[in-house]
T-cell receptor, first 112, second 117 residues
Framework: DSGVTQTPKHLITATGQRVTLRCSPR?????VYWYQQSLDQGLQFLIQ???????AKGNILERFSAQQFPDLHSELNLSSLELGDSALYFC???????????FGEGSRLTVL | AQSVTQLGSHVSVSEGALVLLRCNYS??????LFWYVQYPNQGLQLLLK??????LVKGINGFEAEFKKSETSFHLTKPSAHMSDAAEYFC???????????????FGKGTLLTVNP
């Protein structure tokens, strides 16, 4: 158990819909990262938050947004969903910038 | 921009055989390098990391990796494979933002390791 909690574990929805994925980092970790894992693209970095502020942005679509709240949990919002958004979305957290990220078990999104 | 190339999307070995998973990196600054493992239906777990100290890094479960700057490589090895090693392995590189809070880890495409009895 990494200490990072992600909900929901599985989500099935239709095209055009909006979903919210939630992540609770390890106790004390200030940084939260979101990654998307798909068969064709592999692991893609989406976005990083540090203590409530956005710090780095990767290949995140404009239809996607994220935020980190004062209690340090984070949410990833995916809107106007398309079939190609079907993927495993991972949240990871870290305290120090040493590359030692602790990953949750992921949220598997299926868009039908 | 940093990048990682993992040679071989699928490696198959026999139980007890040597495991060698290849990783080459590209970085404009001295990198931090990592190997992560992902077991089925689980998140990624750190195996080992190189952060400019010893070039031979030992990790968990008997794995080790050697940083070779001249070859820009960071290959992962284990002398004797076990059935429980079957998983997907990811090499990753990061910016060495010393003291900074903005930070990104770039992963390779992964190598699926199969261990045959």
């Amino acid at each position: 158990d990494s200490g990072v909690t992600q909900t929901p574990k599985h989500l099935i929805t239709a095209t055009g819909q909006r979903v919210t994925l939630r992540c609770s980092p390890r106790s004390g970790d200030l940084s939260v990262y979101w990654y998307q894992q798909s068969l064709d693209q592999g692991l893609q970095f989406l976005i990083q938050y540090y203590n409530g502020e956005e710090r780095a942005k990767g290949n995140i679509l404009e239809r996607f947004s994220a935020q980190q709240f004062p209690d340090l949990h984070s949410e990833l919002n995916l809107s106007s969903l398309e079939l190609g958004d079907s993927a495993l979305y991972f949240c990871a957290s870290s305290l120090l910038n040493t590359g030692e990220l602790f990953f949750g078990e992921g949220s598997r999104l299926t868009v039908l | 921009a940093q990048s990682v190339t993992q040679l071989g999307s699928h490696v198959s070995v026999s139980e007890g055989a040597l495991v060698l998973l290849r990783c080459n990196y590209s970085s404009s600054v001295p990198p931090y390098l990592f190997w992560y493992v992902q077991y089925p239906n689980q998140g990624l777990q750190l195996l080992l990391k190189y952060t400019s100290a010893a070039t031979l890094v030992k990790g968990i479960n008997g794995f080790e990796a050697e940083f070779k700057k001249s070859e820009t490589s960071f290959h992962l090895t284990k002398p004797s494979a076990h059935m429980s090693d079957a998983a997907e392995y990811f090499c990753a590189v990061s910016d060495n933002f010393s003291g900074g809070s903005n930070y990104k880890l770039t992963f390779g495409k992964g190598t699926l390791l199969t261990v045959n009895p």
